[in-house]
């Protein structure tokens, strides 16, 4: 059978007339030359017309797709390297979206899979068990810290973040405290794009096509020491890390004490370009939530599973929340699966009488991904991936460093193999670009340029522009100097073009 026998399917003459946005070829191969583990031309052709005559792309100007230019098309992964439908060969600075920490390619994940799809399939959560969820949820209260020893399935970081807002709505209720119901998180700071987890998320320009959102989120000053001084604060950092955690307070106190359930926080947040917590920071908040009943929600949706070089990053940072919220990494990315992560104390209320928490998910806690997770924890403590991470991180961060040196560098920040570097157009003055500017260099430059060099990576513009890295918790020194070596050439062009 074809690919165009349906009448409503388009002729393919016009879809790889020219490349796509980043379509142009890195490493200097000759356009047209077909490398090897290319897919070949007429494939190339068929998939460009099928994707832009149907496929909606997450996040994505669909504009790109409707001007006829394409989109790359990834085909294959090996290792800490991705290859486009061309046969060209990128290195993974994202781990695919913070995912894929064990790396591309590996067939163990995918015989535990297969394994699992023969053996059963598929069965719900709901007033069932199966054994791979069962030793999962066992695994995983083990690694937690703390009393956080009951584990609730999900699909995906989103739903996770959503459940954790419900259970804190629920759990107060149960409790005789109905009032409680707000959340509290921090500026630029992404928790999910459902309609609950949106109202937590910071992001102004991801929310207001989407209003009016879920009531109760309300926001605090993020922990950007960079950027101190533009939210009033001038100090040392360990004094910005209790400014900044007594603006938790000061909106506990603003809301109502009795209006709060929650405080939604990343370890390392990620939208705005990595901004670790400053010394202490995560002990006041801790004693702030404790004083005013209010849950410690760690949401490590990306910072989990060995990301900073803990299984959790709260055990990394040195505190216990109320909650976690954990997906991407617990997989690798072979399978998709979220879980939220509670303690006893807020599991209790549930355990008498009719009391049910009426939520789930047709595909939470699924046997395949499940059973893909437990491999995948196998294969980290066996090739002692935290351990790797732990050693290797200040080596990355040192060679990141190295580009500070460039005038368009402003900050390298980050923990673990989780770093952002913010782009300035005066390192003097730490002044920013215009959105016009950003625009410009982040999308018109900097985006394609980067792919082009061979390396995949976020040019970011939640906030100030900023280049994100996370790759695959299995690279090393060499790979930290070709990464660098990418973005010195990269960025060096891109400040000539200011």
Not at 414 to 433: A, D, R
Not at 479 to 486: H, L, N, Q, R
Request: hydrophobic letters at 40%.
């Amino acid at each position: 059978m074809t690919l165009f026998t349906r009448s409503k399917k388009k002729k393919a003459e016009t879809a790889h007339d020219t490349h796509s946005a980043h379509g142009a070829t890195p490493g200097g191969e000759l356009p047209g030359v077909e490398l090897p583990g290319s897919i070949g031309g007429a494939r190339e052709a068929e998939l460009q017309t099928m994707a832009r005559d149907h496929l909606w792309m997450h996040f994505a100007r669909q504009s790109g797709m409707e001007s006829g230019a394409g989109v790359p098309i990834i085909v294959r992964g090996e290792g800490h390297h991705v290859y486009d439908s061309h046969g060209r060969k990128y290195i993974d600075g994202l781990s695919g979206l913070f995912v894929v920490q064990v790396g591309h390619g590996r067939e163990r994940l995918a015989e535990a899979a297969r394994k699992q799809a023969e053996e059963l399939a598929f069965f719900p959560l709901w007033s069932y068990a199966h054994p791979t969820a069962i030793e999962l949820a066992d695994r995983l209260a083990d690694y937690a810290p703390g009393d956080l020893n009951r584990v609730f399935f999900t699909t995906g970081g989103g739903e996770a973040v959503e459940s954790a807002w419900k259970l804190a709505k629920q759990y107060f209720k149960l409790t005789g405290k109905p009032m409680k119901h707000k959340v509290i998180s921090r500026a630029i700071a992404y928790h999910g794009t459902p309609q609950g987890a949106l109202a937590i998320t910071g992001i102004p320009g991801m929310k207001e096509m989407f209003e009016p959102l879920t009531p109760g989120g309300f926001r605090v000053p993020n922990t950007n020491y960079y950027r101190a001084e533009e939210m009033g604060f001038h100090g040392s950092l360990e004094e910005f890390g209790q400014w900044a955690a007594n603006r938790i307070e000061e909106a506990i106190l603003f809301e109502g004490p009795d209006t709060v359930a929650a405080v939604f926080l990343e370890p390392v947040q990620n939208s705005g370009g990595c901004f670790p917590p400053p010394p202490g920071y995560f002990t006041r908040v801790r004693e702030i939530c404790d004083k005013y009943d209010v849950l410690l929600v760690s949401d490590e949706v990306i910072c989990a599973y060995g990301r900073i070089g803990e299984m959790f990053a709260c055990t990394a940072l040195g505190y216990v929340p109320d909650i976690i919220t954990s997906a991407k990494g617990l997989t690798s990315g072979y399978s998709p699966l979220g879980a939220m992560i509670v303690s006893d104390r807020l599991y209790e209320p549930f355990t008498h009488g009719q009391t049910a928490f009426y939520h789930g998910y047709t595909f939470a806690g699924h046997p395949v991904s499940a059973a893909v997770a437990l491999e995948n924890l196998n294969i980290m403590e066996e090739e002692g991936i935290l351990e790797h991470v732990r050693e290797n991180s200040p080596k990355f961060r040192a060679a990141l460093e190295r580009l500070k040196d460039l005038p368009i560098v402003g900050d390298v920040r980050g923990e673990g193999y989780f770093f952002g570097i913010e782009l300035v157009k005066n390192k003097e003055t730490k002044e920013t670009f215009s959105d016009d500017e950003a625009e410009r260099l982040l999308r018109g430059f900097l985006s394609k340029a980067l792919f082009d060099a061979g390396l995949y990576c976020r040019a970011d513009d939640r906030g100030d522009p900023v280049i994100q890295l996370a790759p695959p918790l299995t690279i090393g020194p060499a790979e930290f100097d070709e990464i660098e070596g990418i973005l010195r050439k990269v960025l060096t062009e891109a400040w000539t073009r200011l």
